[in-house]
């Protein structure tokens, strides 16, 4: 019987998102892991139980585990990994023409290869090309490493509720090519009851790509409604809810608003584009898809210019600067763009989030992001609401609208009761919402 049956030793390579909260999560369960980062801060603020990313739960676990011993974090390889499994969870972002970049992945399998033992098993967690377990799998056969063996296991949880998605997967997808690939995996994750698949990898890295592609197409489509229930009269939130009962449709990810964000669905989209095309297929709908979104995220810009004649030093208030609540990850936010237009217009842009400490746009610099909305509204000509987070939700309306020069008010989210809004003395415009659209033209 294998030793890792009683003590797996799994090592997880990026201490992300996605690498994080797996490692701690696994020696939640009893594993024995060692994270490994380059980021030396990352790692340093790791070892001494500072969490480097908010994420309900994961602080206090990580607290916990350290306690325990059964996980460490070094910023340095060791000269050799004593492990039975070892889980890549490093960034692959986007290139220029939309692929994705696998230059973190490649640079960890040249690391591993001089330091696994014989018949360790390379698991990638890390969002990858369809062919990519081929590319590593050949990569260390050049090495003399035919000994280890490659698989796949796709992360599907969503930042804000990572630990809740790890501890409690959905489904687990595992891609391999031999008998030992896959037990191991299943001794990984030997105490779940999520459903399991078993597939060649190639599968396994396709349906990550499909998972993420769906439901972003649910999400430009859910706005295509909403667009058009703007010119039709009708609540898209009612539209949605109705659809929703039915269960091959299903009430999930159709939540109109200013589109997606990120650092997944823009990047994965744009990858899957680019994966097709590189086989000269066009996936027409995909593209469709990116271009909504893109679409989307400029409204409340279009209705500014409709309420005010020239934005040149009005000052626009955005709530909410992370993607989606319950993260402090501002990557592909849907305020990214709004912000660079608002300031191209002359605007002067103020940020509030109740997470999210500063934001770096690279063409613009730092840019501070107040915390208390009341106060950054003072004088505002405009809010913008971008990210539904409670506090947003839950404030004095009528208190703020003392602070605000203009009665503008875009929820970007839907998710602001109407009357309360309008008993408050601001006139809101939302997306798919007729009923409570801005009167155009009135100041
Ligand atoms: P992240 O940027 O938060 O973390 C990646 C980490 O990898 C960083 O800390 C970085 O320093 C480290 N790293 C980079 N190169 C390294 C190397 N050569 N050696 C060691 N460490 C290295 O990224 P993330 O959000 O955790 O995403 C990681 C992967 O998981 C991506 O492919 C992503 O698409 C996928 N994914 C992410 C999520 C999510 O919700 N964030 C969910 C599912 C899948
Ligand atoms: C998403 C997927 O949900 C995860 O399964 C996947 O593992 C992950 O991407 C990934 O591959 O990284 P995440 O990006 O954390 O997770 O967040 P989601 O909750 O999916 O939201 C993504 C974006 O879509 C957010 O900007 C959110 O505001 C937007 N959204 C979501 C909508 O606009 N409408 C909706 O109805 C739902």
């Not at 408050?424 to 939302?430: D, P, Y």
Request: charged letters at 25%; glycine letters at 8%; hydrophobic letters at 45%.
């Amino acid at each position: 019987m294998k030793a890792g049956v009683f003590l797996m030793r799994v090592a997880v390579v990026g201490a992300g998102y996605v690498g994080l909260v797996s490692g701690i999560c696994f020696a939640a369960q009893g594993k024995q892991v060692t994270c490994i980062d380059v980021n030396k801060e990352k790692i340093v603020s790791l070892q001494q139980g500072i969490c480097t990313i908010f994420e309900p739960k994961l602080g206090e676990l990580l607290i916990e585990q350290l306690a325990t011993q059964r996980i460490r974090f070094v910023y340095e390889w060791p000269d050799k990994l004593d492990i039975d499994l070892v889980m890549i969870g490093v960034g692959t972002p986007s290139r220029p023409d939309g692929s994705a970049d696998l230059s973190n992945v490649f640079a960890v399998v040249l690391e591993l290869a001089s330091r696994l033992k014989s018949g360790v098993v390379i698991c990638t967690k890390s969002t990858v090309p369809v062919g990519t377990g081929e590319a590593i799998k050949q990569l260390l056969s050049e090495m003399g490493r035919d000994d280890l063996h490659v698989t796949s296991a796709p992360e599907f949880l969503r930042e804000g509720s990572a630990v809740e998605d790890t501890l409690r997967p959905s489904r687990l997808i595992f891609g391999a090519e031999s008998q030992e690939g896959f037990q191991t995996l299943r001794e990984l994750y030997g105490s779940t009851d999520a459903p399991i698949i078993e597939c060649d990898r190639r599968t396994a890295e396709m349906i990550k790509y499909a998972s993420n592609a769906f439901l972003a197409t649910k999400i430009s489509f859910i706005n295509e409604i909403a667009n058009i229930c703007d010119l039709v009269n009708t609540d898209v939130s009612l539209v949605a809810k109705g659809m929703g009962y039915d269960t091959r449709i299903g009430e999930s990810f159709l939540r109109a608003g200013l589109g997606y964000g990120g650092s997944c669905f823009p990047k994965d989209t744009r990858a899957l584009v680019n994966i097709a095309g590189e086989l000269d297929y066009d996936f027409k709908l995909l593209k469709a898809v990116i271009e909504i979104n893109s679409h989307q995220r400029l409204l409340p810009l279009r209705q500014l210019r409709e309420w005010y004649e020239d934005l040149k030093d009005k000052i626009i208030v955005l709530y909410g600067i992370a993607f989606k609540p319950g993260t402090d990850d501002t990557r592909e936010t849907p305020a990214l763009e709004l912000v660079k237009a608002l300031i191209e217009e002359g605007a002067h842009v103020r940020l509030c989030d109740p997470v999210v400490k500063r934001f770096v746009i690279p063409e613009i610099g730092e840019m501070s992001v107040m915390d208390d909305a009341i106060l950054a509204s003072k004088g505002a000509h405009a809010i913008i609401l971008v990210t539904e987070w409670r506090e947003f939700i839950e404030l004095d309306w009528k208190l703020l609208r003392t602070q605000t020069e203009s009665p503008f008010l875009f929820d970007g989210r839907n998710v602001l009761d109407p009357k309360i809004i309008a008993d408050a003395g601001f006139i809101l415009s939302s997306i798919g919402r007729a009923t409570t659209r801005v009167p155009m033209g009135v100041v």
